[in-house]
């Protein structure tokens, strides 16, 4: 009864997905396909360097799921367990982290817009000669989430190892998302024509850029239902898998050959749905608009 129920919820998720993809605009261009998939993977590399740049505390805790996945897949006689508890152990707090990925992209905008707003005082109040020198000395004060690509622009400008666009095109690259572009075409125009009113342009940006990180705020306390069900769902799927073990009807009918290719199945499509559900906690970004120059 129970393998039933597991394999018709497969199957509802695997045609919930199907269904979720074709209901996409069919006629979406190339190119803008071609910009989700770039940043599908750059969110991917990033991904992964931190899985590998793991502390010794997390090498602990791996390392301990690692013992816990053994003793499960002995005690079961499911090899599969075993392997899937190590595989939960190591991707568990990227599965439930979008919660944290998101608070940081909304801290990376404040920090812009803290950056836009300091700038416009600086020139102001007389600080800086020109839009230049201000990017230059911000480097020194740059808030806290932002302080390295805004060091390296000014490390850039000052030196003249690039030109100023793709100076700006750079940072915005390392802050990867459609608000850095919208500041860095500003600063570039400001910069290239020489543009009176820089302070009350930055000041502008700065509202702006404060309107968006209330905006997103908003949506990801109404994202906090789609996370919460990824933490239920993981729940119940081990409390399955443990009644399962329980139970002797059941457990000796996945020890076979065949019962292991179905419980792969359904081990596949649960980590499928978990994977499309954080996809959907964390939203689609807007699409970038400068893209790299150099």
């Known amino acids: 009864m129970i393998s039933t129920v597991l394999l018709a919820a497969a199957s509802g998720a695997a045609f919930g997905m199907a269904v979720a993809r074709l209901a996409g605009p069919l006629n979406q261009r190339s190119a803008e396909r071609s910009t989700r998939l770039k940043a599908q993977a750059r969110h991917l590399a990033r991904a992964l360097r931190k899985v590998h740049a793991t502390s010794p505390t997390q090498r602990l805790r791996i390392l301990a799921w690692v013992i816990g996945g053994i003793a499960a897949a002995a005690l079961t006689g499911w090899p599969l367990i075993g392997l ?17 990925v998101a608070r940081e992209q909304i801290e990376v905008l404040a920090n812009l817009a803290t950056w836009c707003r300091r700038m416009a005082d600086v020139l102001v109040g007389g600080g800086a000669a020109g839009l230049t020198e201000a990017i230059i000395a911000s480097g020194n004060s740059a808030p806290e989430r932002i302080a390295g690509p805004v060091r390296r622009l000014a490390a850039a400008l000052r030196h003249g190892r690039e030109d100023r666009v793709t100076a700006l095109a750079s940072f915005a690259d390392e802050i990867d998302d459609r608000v850095a572009d919208s ?22 940006l700065a509202t702006s850029v404060e309107r968006e990180v209330r905006g997103r705020r908003e949506v990801e306390a109404d994202r906090a239902e789609s996370r919460q069900s990824i933490v239920m769902l993981l729940v119940i799927q081990a409390g399955v898998f443990v009644l399962l073990a329980l139970a002797p009807g059941f457990a000796d009918a996945y020890r076979t050959l065949g019962g292991q290719l179905v419980m792969a199945a359904l081990l596949v499509g649960t980590a499928a749905l978990l994977i499309w559900m954080r996809r959907l906690a964390l939203g689609s970004a807007a699409p970038r608009f400068l893209g790299r120059l150099r």
């Open 84 to 100: 899937a508890i190590v595989c939960t152990g190591m991707w568990l707090p990227w599965l439930l982290g979008s919660a944290r």
């Open 183 to 204: 500041i860095s075409a500003a600063l570039t125009l400001a910069l290239l024509h020489q543009t009176p009113g820089v302070g009350m342009v930055l000041r502008q």
